[in-house]
């Protein structure tokens, strides 16, 4: 798999170009995408917005680890520092671990992939999982998932598999994901992984599917 060098590196130079998202009436960004990566100050920016936004929603108390922290940040200034990060979308992958949004399912990711394109074998390393997502600025949650798949389909996945709010699935729709919905997502499912206080989540409809990034994305989607 590609692994990022460094926490700023900038995906206008490394990928293939990205719609650039121009939201809010004042003095919008210019957004454009980065990487944040573990030990990195941006990394450590990324954790504590992500703690403080599931927090302040559902009351919930997160300790997110994902391997990457894909960011939006303002291309109008100078450089993707902290203070100019407007979204974040985590990546893990699934070679060699279980990932959380697998608890919900009823078999491994990679057979829930490989039912979505039957006669085909699934390698646990082409899978992926997306996960916090969170905005801090109108449009940056929708501009991140835009650009999500190609930036999976880089780094070398074939499938993204995530669980998504009732309103993220609304994103997607609009991000252009013919996202495949396999289970909604429960409380009870989790029980031993862990002691986290998922405060009102649930109540929040998640469901879990998976993407196929090459292939179920709309090349233009509408915004």
């Given at each position: ?84 990060i407007l979204g974040v ?8 671990r279980r990932l959380l ?123």
């Amino acid at each position: 798999m590609a692994t990022p060098g460094t926490a700023s590196d900038s995906l206008s130079v490394s990928l293939p170009s990205l719609e650039e998202v121009r939201p809010g009436p004042v003095t919008p960004p210019l957004l454009r995408t980065g990487f944040a990566s573990p030990g990195t100050p941006n990394y450590r920016f990324c954790v504590d917005s992500v703690k403080r936004k599931y927090l302040d929603r559902y009351g919930a108390v997160v300790t997110p680890g994902p391997d990457l922290f894909v960011t939006a940040w303002d291309g109008a200034r100078d450089s993707p520092t902290s203070g100019r990060i407007l979204g974040v979308a985590g990546l893990t992958t699934a070679a060699g671990r279980r990932l959380l949004s697998e608890n919900y399912l009823d078999v491994p990711v990679e057979r829930a992939c490989a039912d979505l394109v039957p006669g085909t074998h699934v390698d646990r390393r082409r899978v992926v999982e997306m996960g916090p997502i969170a905005s801090f600025h109108p449009g940056a949650g929708l501009f991140l998932m835009r650009a999500l798949p190609g930036i999976a389909l880089h780094l070398g996945y074939d499938f993204l598999l995530s669980t998504l709010t009732e309103k993220l699935h609304d994103v997607a729709r609009v991000a252009g994901w013919e996202f495949h919905t396999l289970t909604n997502a429960r409380r009870a499912d989790l029980a031993g992984t862990g002691g986290t206080d998922w405060g009102t989540y649930y109540s929040a409809k998640p469901r879990t599917g998976i993407l196929r990034c090459g292939r179920d994305v709309a090349p233009r989607a509408a915004g």
